[in-house]
Nanobody
Framework: QVQLVESGGGLVQAGGSLRLSCAASGRTFSSYAVGWFRQAPGKEREFVGAIIWSGGSTYVADYALSMKGRFTISRDNAKNTVYLQMNSLKPEDTAVYYC????????????????WGQGTQVTVSS
């Protein structure tokens, strides 16, 4: 069982930055892939990016095309925490951001993630 708690959301002006954190419980968390998703009002949940530890100091990350270059995912397995660094934020990035975890491999499909956090609101003003 894995429990996830997001934090770091808030209100930021366009062009600004935020770093979201996803803190997890569970002794085997390092073996889980962690994805970030977001959902804006009236829209479907959208894949942002995901990361998995592939051994040693190597991590593999995947990003949605529209976020690549602006968003960066990292993780600290010693702290059981995954981060989403968001730069050059735009008003259209406004959404509730969720982290999710699944065993074994990355996925862009939210339905393949078994564990979810409660979400954190990000609002970008113009």
């Amino acid at each position: 069982q894995v429990q996830l708690v997001e934090s770091g959301g808030g209100l930021v002006q366009a062009g600004g930055s935020l770093r979201l954190s996803c803190a997890a419980s569970g002794r085997t968390f390092s073996s889980y892939a962690v994805g970030w998703f977001r959902q804006a009002p009236g829209k479907e949940r959208e894949f942002v990016g995901a990361i998995i530890w592939s051994g040693g100091s190597t991590y593999v990350a995947d990003y949605a095309l529209s976020m690549k270059g602006r968003f960066t995912i990292s993780r600290d397995n010693a702290k059981n925490t995954v981060y989403l660094q968001m730069n050059s934020l735009k008003p259209e990035d406004t959404a509730v951001y969720y982290c999710a975890a699944r065993r074994d491999s990355l996925s862009r499909n939210s339905g393949r993630y078994a564990y979810w956090g409660q979400g954190t609101q990000v609002t970008v003003s113009s």
